[in-house]
């Protein structure tokens, strides 16, 4: 694989780039990819998808490919991560790709990186609640973010794996046993309740879901996802059958999906494109840029919880700055009340599982 001398004189060292050693992808080629001309290295961020190969991953690693901030993309995955490399490696666009399989690849996968995008773990059925999910990918989480704290305690994580409520915790501990945590770089990715309640509102009042903004509180599972329809962006009023009829959708939008996929899966382009529209505002927060908004479940002084999710600004170093609730209406406050509840419980199961 090592590169020889070109005609011009440059050395190419692009075989070893795009297909490092532990990389599966085979270069069958007559001309060895280690003829090739190597680029400079691009400016941009290193970002890691754990998790690369899922119906999240593939869609999402394709999208972060096309991310012009993104410079190296490494995909990670238990299974397939070498077809899905070879194929995401041929788009023409800047970031480098380069695979991983495996456990042994793991710590490969994610040094120098700067990013962390975690799709990795099981899916719902019909029938069955996110919580439903812990018993398999509580273990998962905690084996990545083992991970992390070895070959990239500095990096931002994105955890997408469900239920969220209980594996950011999980993560937490994990980091905190690592010696590694620093709450502001810890975000569950919330992303696909605002996106639904976005375009749910933006129907309900016959406008372009662009336009709108609708926070979301809480967590990411039925009651404690809690959108803050009174803080709709631009100012805008419902009816009490409207507000009852988004409160509800927008809780049950990822059983929704599971539901009409009727045992394929839940939600994965949907939730793909939202964690590549958090990714892009965590790129952006750490590249410096000012007015970063978005909400993220993380460590948080808002309520008496421990975690909650709310507005953040992201900055260089992750959440810099976690906004409070705002004037919340009656309908809001018993809201808030309920999530509460079930959120204390999956956030103490969470830290249970690590501190047992
Ligand atoms: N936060 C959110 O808003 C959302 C979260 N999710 C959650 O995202 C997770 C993934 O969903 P899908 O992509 O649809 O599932 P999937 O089953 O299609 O893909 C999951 C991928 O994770 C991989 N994986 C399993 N164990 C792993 C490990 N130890 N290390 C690395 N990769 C591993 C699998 O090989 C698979 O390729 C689920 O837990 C799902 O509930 C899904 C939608 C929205
Ligand atoms: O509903 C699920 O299991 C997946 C998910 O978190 C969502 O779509 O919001």
Redo the contacts with the bound molecule.
Sequence with gaps: MESSVGANGRIAKISAHLFPPNSQVEDGSALSRGDCRAKGGAPGFKVAIVGAAGGIGQPLAMLMKMNPLVSVLHLYDVVNAPGVTADISHMDTGAVVRGFLGQPQLESALTGIDLVIIPAGV??KPG???DD?FKINAGIVRTICEGIAKACPKAIVNL?S???NSTVPIAAEVFKKAGTYDPKRLLGVTM??VV?ANTFVAEVLGLDPREVDVPVVGG??GVT?LPLLSQVKPPCSFTKEETEYLTNRIQN???E??EAKAGAG??TL??AYAAVKFADACLRGLRGDAGVVECAFVASEVTELPFFATKVRLGRGGAEEIYQLGPLNEYERVGLEKAKTELAASIQKGVSFIKK
């Design positions: 899916p719902r069955m609640t996110r999910l997408i469900n239920p969220v696909l309740d639904r990411h599972a996802i939008g990822g059983t999906v599971v839940s939600a949907s939730m």
